[in-house]
């Protein structure tokens, strides 16, 4: 932690004020409070917070900060989960809220600009009303930002077939320290000029720069979806499922899990649809034509209800190879809805197991999904705490929810002993510390589990080629 006093002096305040006029710049106790943490709970000092409509402003706060060495910290909506807008070092928060402007959508060119302010699910809306489709969809949809998204290379449930968020950014104009602007790529859909600075910026946790400025990438919105809620007897049936739908060919646009455990979880919260026998399931979305889509999901059915081949019996053997044992579908939205609830309504049930969680977003290679999952179970009963795993396995992303009652020592000493043994076990399968979180403060102290001194080296020097004085977003992510 830097020993800097937790105060402005007067110059650099009257400096803030003239860039900032009015309610732009906040600077008491009582205003700066909420700039202080994120979703993840952990707290830091903001000195001040500057809320920018302009890149004027931004370019002219960057320069003071460069001068006068004050650490910086960009943020949008902080839903983010692993500390990566907290300001560890006392310093200036810049909440890119008020440029929050779709300032163009092109249908030829398939191509949106926006601010960072802008929500995403704001974006969809728009773009959908002219036949056009933004995929990306983190779980925070309705409140996170497209700054931030970019900021972390958001995922979301529709990433295993629309990929993430570096998939969809083709330019943008970030600011550096020093005032400096940088222009990287632009509205074409494939560019291989010089180093790829713009996917250099996307997921760097607002370590090198402030984003003021994003070119995305747009698809012709797809005619019509579908979802299927299928139910296993066993965790072990339901990823043999997984592997079924695969090897049918079949790539849908979300496949999630959810365990045993979780399945419990939710029906504390509602009456499940589900009957007693489900202990494993899996939510699937299709889209399509709509002449097209019926076909499959009958295509999905029957890979569902199909042998995968991974013994020489018949499904139904001891081996978890059982096709489901109840099932359900909905086509369109509305009939849609009801099955998406459920998923989303997974982490504010997980309260009602116990009112603390340390939310790990840890991902495998496909093939050792149940490896991982069986590897956590055992973990979980080590410890004596439930361990609740979801998420998107059709890339290999679990979420993996380490309930503890925090006002018991005993339960928190457990809860980051387990922490630390979920991910090495990850790191033995090839697994990564994060599929789409980010590492921000949370995961720093596991960084050298899957990042060699090389690595972290280069990424230093990238870092310091950018920002040689380290004030962008200092301590945070390698």
Known sequence: MSTQAPHLSATQERSLRDIFPGDALLLTPEQTLVFATDAGR?????????????????????????????????????????????????????????????????????????????????????????????????????????????????????????????????????????????????RCHKNVVGLDLTRLFVGSEGTLGIVTRIALKLLPLPQATATLL??????????????????????????????????DCVARRQTPPWPDSVRGALLIRLDGSRESLPLEVRRMHDALHTSDGTSGDAPGDATGNEPPVWSAHGVGRDEEEPLWAMRRGIS??????????????????????????????????????PILTYGHVGDGNIHVNIMYDGADPSETTRADAATVEVMRLVRSMDGTLSGEHGVGMAKKEFLHLQLSPLETELMRQVKHAFDPLGIMNPDKAY
């Open 42 to 186: 952990r707290m830091g000092t903001p000195l001040a917070v500057v809320r920018p409509t302009t890149e004027a402003q931004v370019v002219e706060l960057l320069r003071l900060a460069q001068a006068e060495r004050l650490p910086v910290y960009a943020r949008g909506r902080a839903s983010n989960q692993v500390g990566a807008c907290v300001p560890d070092r006392p310093g200036i928060v810049v909440s890119l809220l008020h440029m929050n402007r779709i300032l163009d959508i092109a249908d030829d060119d398939f191509v949106a600009e926006v601010e960072p302010g802008v929500v995403t699910s704001d974006l969809q809306r728009a773009v959908e009303a002219r036949g056009l489709f933004y995929p990306p969809d983190p779980a925070s949809i309705d409140i996170s930002t497209i700054g931030g998204n970019v900021a972390t290379c958001a995922g979301g449930m529709r990433a295993l077939k629309y990929g993430v968020t570096r998939e969809y950014v083709l330019g943008l104009t970030a600011v550096l320290p020093g005032g400096r602007v940088l222009h990287t790529g632009g």
């Open 230 to 263: 299928a139910g296993f007897a066993s965790m072990e049936a339901a990823m043999h499922g997984v592997r079924r739908i695969f090897r049918a060919g079949i790539l849908p646009v979300a496949l999630e899990f959810l365990s045993p455990e979780v399945l």
């Open 348 to 385: 504010p049930s997980a309260y009602l197991v116990r009112p603390n969680k340390i939310g790990e977003d840890i991902a495998v290679p496909r093939g050792r999904l149940l490896d991982a999952l069986t590897g956590i179970r055992a973990i979980a009963q080590a410890h004596d705490l």
